[in-house]
């Protein structure tokens, strides 16, 4: 990066951006807090879903353009400078209303303020990664992860080190804004630890393996589901209403009102 560790004016970018998607962060958090007050006072709201998936998929499919690709859109602008939407923050912030969407707004913005600016190669990917991080801390309210998870998105010996920097101070910066404006994340206490023996390393190392299995088959479910919906489903808009019928059957017969969120 211009043979500087980190450039001061790529840090300066990324922690005003970081600043904007702390302020964004507390306003999606809060429409999260209205959602799931809204789903406990009234839990049939499931009934609904065909409804808001059609008019999510034809927002998106007349309006959307690439920004139906999601999180794929955002770590190829990390890695490859491809464009993202400006419509794809706002779109993100009303149509999926969940923390993991949050990087999309996070990357969204952060992608258009550096091609704005003029940045290029590096110094664009590293305003990008610094934007993910500080979506991603701040949202979650873990900054440490946050940081790594910005770089993580970043392909294998694509990154450079003069990201590292501005993704820890981004996703810090962010999570203290958001938390200076009074929002406070839910915090978990483990009540025991056990001991790290033989016994626990095992069991440790297989509940990896087979979580890694899940992670896998979820991922090929995803993309073999979407091959078959495309190949019974040649409009849209059936997909989407079929998609939101089976979730909302599944939801009433399986008594999973707990997990609609």
């Known amino acids: 990066m211009k043979n500087k560790f980190v450039d001061f004016k790529v840090l300066a970018t990324s922690l005003c951006c970081s600043v904007v998607m702390g302020l964004i962060s507390f306003a999606f958090l809060k429409c999260l807090?209205?959602?799931?007050?809204?789903?406990?006072?009234?839990?049939?709201?499931?009934m609904f879903l065909p409804?808001?998936?059609?008019?999510?998929?034809?927002?998106?499919k007349r309006i959307g353009g690439?920004?139906?690709?999601?999180?794929?859109?955002?770590?190829?602008?990390?890695?490859?400078?491809?464009?993202?939407?400006k419509r794809l923050a706002s779109l993100t912030f009303i149509f999926t209303c969940r923390e993991g969407t949050a990087?999309?707004?996070?990357?969204?913005?952060?992608?258009?303020v550096a091609d704005y600016l003029g940045f290029?190669?590096?110094?664009?990917?590293?305003?990008?990664?610094?934007?993910?991080s500080a979506a991603f801390g701040s949202v979650f309210g873990t900054p440490f992860a946050g940081a790594f998870f910005g770089m993580e998105v970043c392909c294998v010996g694509r990154l450079s080190a003069g990201a590292v920097i501005p993704c820890f101070a981004c996703s810090y910066l962010a999570n203290f804004v958001t938390q200076l404006l009074g929002f406070k994340h839910e915090r978990y206490a483990i009540s025991s630890i056990p001991d790290f023996d033989a016994?626990?390393?095992?069991?440790?190392?297989?509940?990896?393996?087979?979580?890694?299995?899940?992670?896998?088959?979820?991922?090929?479910?995803?993309?073999?589901v979407k091959l078959a919906y495309s190949k019974i489903f040649k409009n849209y808009l059936l997909a989407?209403?079929?998609g939101a019928t089976i979730v909302s059957l599944l939801i009433f017969a399986l008594g999973l009102n707990d997990f609609e969120g």
Do not use: H, W
């Open 199 to 224: 016994r626990f390393l095992f069991v440790f190392l297989i509940a990896a393996v087979c979580l890694g299995l899940i992670g896998k088959l979820f991922a090929l479910g995803i993309k073999y």
């Open 120 to 132: 290029k190669n590096n110094d664009r990917s590293t305003i990008v990664l610094s934007g993910i």
């Open 33 to 46: 807090d209205y959602a799931a007050d809204f789903r406990s006072f009234f839990p049939l709201c499931y």
């Open 66 to 85: 690439k920004s139906s690709m999601g999180n794929n859109i955002i770590i190829e602008s990390a890695n490859d400078g491809e464009k993202v939407p």
């Open 51 to 60: 409804v808001a998936g059609i008019v999510t998929a034809f927002v998106y």
């Open 103 to 112: 990087v999309q707004i996070g990357g969204s913005l952060t992608s258009n």
């Open 240 to 242: 989407a209403v079929v």
